[in-house]
């Protein structure tokens, strides 16, 4: 039995949660695109399932990273979008990619610059097209539009700034407490 559900996260890790949960409940993940994940039906709780963001590694990294994952027993499901999901039998251990506060720390600040990269170019398109709007052109309605669209998708874009700029603040309490 296959299901098919549409969901948009703005949280990896919910995202992550979700699926985990779904798994528990005997769904596991076979396909995910954006905001679609195709799931079957198996033994529940059978995986646990992990994200990550890999987008910055040159090809050559990526294929030597995938064999170390590969070499642990972890499956990677797919690649989409600079993320990947792989999963792993609960029977043969935890799944934890980043077991230190250092390269979880460089984890969330590779994932951190890109969100805010797209976050600053989305608000100079969005300000730059809503000015074109200002000049009277004809294609006024079009940019002033587009614009708006980019500082939506911008705001949208803070929230996991935010939130993983809060793992980090918490991350570092954590640290500075067994210190």
């Given amino acids: 039995m296959k299901k098919v559900k549409y969901r948009l996260f703005l949280d990896h890790e919910k995202e992550e949660k979700w699926i985990n949960h779904m798994a528990v409940n005997g769904w596991n993940l076979e396909k995910f695109a954006f905001s679609r994940f195709k799931f079957s039906k198996g033994e529940p709780g059978k995986y646990v399932y992990r994200n990550e963001f890999i987008?910055?590694?040159?090809?050559?990294?990526?294929?030597?990273?995938f064999e170390i994952i590969k070499d642990s027993g972890i499956t990677i499901i797919q690649e989409f979008g600079g993320w990947i999901y792989m999963k792993k039998a609960v029977s043969e251990g935890p799944l934890e990619i980043y077991t230190d506060i250092k390269s979880k720390m460089d984890y969330f600040n590779r994932i951190l610059l890109f969100f805010f990269l797209l976050f600053i170019s989305n608000i100079c398109i969005g300000i730059s097209n809503i000015n074109f709007f200002n000049n009277q052109s004809n294609l006024g309605f079009i940019n002033s539009t587009l614009g708006f669209i980019n500082i939506f998708v911008a705001a949208l874009i803070a929230y996991p700034i935010i939130k993983i700029i809060y793992r980090k603040r918490n991350l570092q309490k954590k640290h500075q407490f067994f210190e």
Wanted: glycine residues 10%.
């Fill in 55 to 65: 987008s910055g590694m040159s090809k050559t990294e990526k294929m030597d990273y």
